[in-house]
């Protein structure tokens, strides 16, 4: 099971968490939402070469905490991996979106001076503003949009633009996010759980619950499910081969 976007570090008890992660033999990328939580997170899965800790920020708290941009710099070359960053336009958060996007600015010009990432990014409201910017850092690396909420045409555009994409199980239940499933390609589509944020039925969605997008992706492929299964981590392995040292 491949799980390419999980809090860990905010779970009640993040080392039995990472214990069950080791122990169903995933692979896990586990984000981070702000640099100065990047070496306890690191600290926690530095052991297992399955688990992966990407630098963040997240554009919901980019305007309390961009004052730890330093940090960022300071750990960038410490990681191939960054997320979750982006942007955050949604009602409670546009109020700070010019911080937001001087904060996405900065943080994927380093990416780009840091010789190119794999991104976990956030994007709620602020799809086509993401592409733009991503468009200002050719080399900044490879977009994963996780939980993209945008709508079709912002969809294709980020298709166009050569993102991947990243859906979990609270995704999953909403007919309309199912629709945009449906046009996303199937070779760039990667499991997520976004746990603990992520709630399916009032419980906070675990890694492993990842599995439970398989059976919907298989209905929108028309495939069983090893064949998702098998395509999913064909996915990853493809998108990891820049980054060959994950495995």
């Given at each position: 099971m491949i799980d390419f976007h999980a809090h860990l570090d905010i779970y009640p008890s993040p080392e039995e968490t990472v214990s069950e992660i080791i122990r169903r033999e995933m692979y896990v990328l586990s984000v981070t939402t702000t640099p100065s939580a990047w070496r306890g997170t690191y600290s926690l899965s530095r052991k297992y070469s399955r688990i992966k800790t990407a630098l963040g920020l997240h554009p919901q708290i980019a305007h309390e905490r961009i004052s730890e941009l330093y940090l960022f710099d300071t750990y960038i070359n410490e990681t191939?991996?960054?997320?979750?960053?982006?942007?955050?336009?949604?009602?409670?958060?546009?109020?700070?979106?010019?911080?937001?996007?001087?904060?996405?600015?900065?943080?994927?010009?380093?990416?780009?001076?840091?010789?190119?990432?794999?991104?976990?990014?956030?994007?709620?409201?602020?799809?086509?503003?993401?592409?733009?910017?991503?468009?200002?850092?050719?080399?900044?690396?490879?977009?994963?949009?996780?939980?993209?909420?945008?709508?079709?045409?912002?969809?294709?555009?980020?298709?166009?633009?050569?993102?991947?994409?990243?859906?979990?199980?609270?995704?999953?239940?909403?007919?309309?996010?199912?629709?945009?499933?449906?046009?996303?390609?199937?070779?760039?589509?990667?499991?997520?759980?976004?746990?603990?944020?992520?709630?399916?039925?009032?419980?906070?969605?675990?890694?492993?619950?990842?599995?439970?997008?398989?059976?919907?992706?298989?209905?929108?492929?028309?495939?069983?499910k090893k064949e998702v299964d098998e395509q999913i981590y064909d996915n990853f392995r493809e998108i990891v081969s820049l980054k060959p040292t994950y495995i």
């Open positions: 191939d991996y960054v997320g979750e960053i982006g942007l955050d336009f949604s009602e409670n958060y546009s109020a700070h979106k010019y911080v937001q996007i001087k904060a996405f600015n900065h943080i994927l010009r380093v990416c780009e001076n840091s010789g190119g990432k794999i991104m976990s990014i956030h994007s709620r409201r602020a799809a086509a503003e993401i592409i733009d910017t991503l468009k200002m850092y050719p080399n900044a690396g490879i977009p994963v949009l996780h939980w993209f909420s945008g709508n079709k045409s912002e969809l294709l555009k980020a298709i166009d633009y050569g993102c991947w994409f990243s859906v979990g199980p609270a995704m999953i239940r909403s007919k309309r996010s199912l629709e945009i499933i449906k046009y996303m390609p199937k070779d760039r589509i990667l499991t997520e759980s976004d746990g603990p944020f992520a709630q399916v039925e009032g419980k906070s969605v675990m890694p492993w619950d990842v599995q439970k997008v398989t059976p919907i992706l298989g209905n929108l492929w028309s495939m069983e």
